[in-house]
């Protein structure tokens, strides 16, 4: 089956701009997440959607951060506008169902803010 | 404290070395993930354990429910094992969450 696509691979936009990624979670897969990874920590959470309703946005950046999932498939996260601590890898990960075994993840999206 | 801790942070071993990478957890879990990242951000699932020990290839990955703590062995080491190997705890009850490691930087030299 084909995994998680994501794009784009890196990113380098200056402070203030906008940016968008995108994620495209393996089919049938109804729980999607994005994490922000920054340089030398674990993946954390931004938002988490089933179908496409949100779980949970708890630690997303309200203020400058958006996300959707419109259709319940293909997803898109925001920033607007960006700041340089936003420099990090985005993750999207999906799996079958909420806290389902087998979570898949894709490659990332790498952003440099200058 | 961080939920979900590993040590060592940072390791490097020689081609051929059986290496240990340990994962400590605060939290209730439904299941425990383990994770390798190479360079370049993609994560890769190695495994997900709830109870015993799996292994599959080189890698063996164990788990202690009562002590709550996991490990990561590698046999017979090599350069490609060259990642960051990631713990991730995926938190019992109504809302679970996907609790992750800091992560271990391991580098095998030839």
């Known amino acids: 089956e084909a995994g998680v696509a994501q794009s784009p691979r890196y990113k380098i936009i200056e402070k203030r701009q906008s940016v968008a990624f995108w994620c495209n979670p393996i089919s049938g897969h109804a729980t999607l997440y994005w994490y922000q990874q920054i340089l030398g920590q674990g993946p954390k959470l931004l938002i988490q959607f089933q179908n496409n309703g949100v779980v949970d946005d708890s630690q997303l950046p309200k203020d400058r951060f958006s996300a959707e999932r419109l259709k319940g498939v293909d997803s898109t996260l925001k920033i607007q506008p960006a700041k340089l601590e936003d420099s990090a890898v985005y993750l999207c990960a999906s799996s079958l169902t909420t806290g389902a075994f087998g979570y898949t993840f894709g490659s990332g999206t790498r952003l440099t803010v200058v | 404290k961080n939920e979900v801790e590993q040590s060592p942070q940072n390791l490097t071993a020689q081609e051929g070395e059986f290496i240990t990478i340990n994962c400590s957890y605060s939290?209730?879990?439904?299941?425990l993930h383990w994770l390798q990242q190479h360079p370049g951000g993609g994560i890769v699932s190695l495994f997900m354990l709830s109870s015993g020990k799996k292994k599959h290839g080189r890698l063996i990955a164990t788990i202690n429910i009562q002590e709550k703590h996991s490990s990561l062995h590698i046999t017979a080491s090599h350069p490609r094992d060259s990642a960051v190997y990631i713990c991730?705890?995926?938190?019992?009850?109504?809302?679970?969450?996907?609790?992750f490691g800091k992560g271990m930087k391991l580098t095998v030299n030839p």
């Open positions: 939290v209730g879990i439904s299941a």
């Open positions: 991730a705890a995926l938190t019992q009850g109504g809302s679970e969450k996907l609790v």
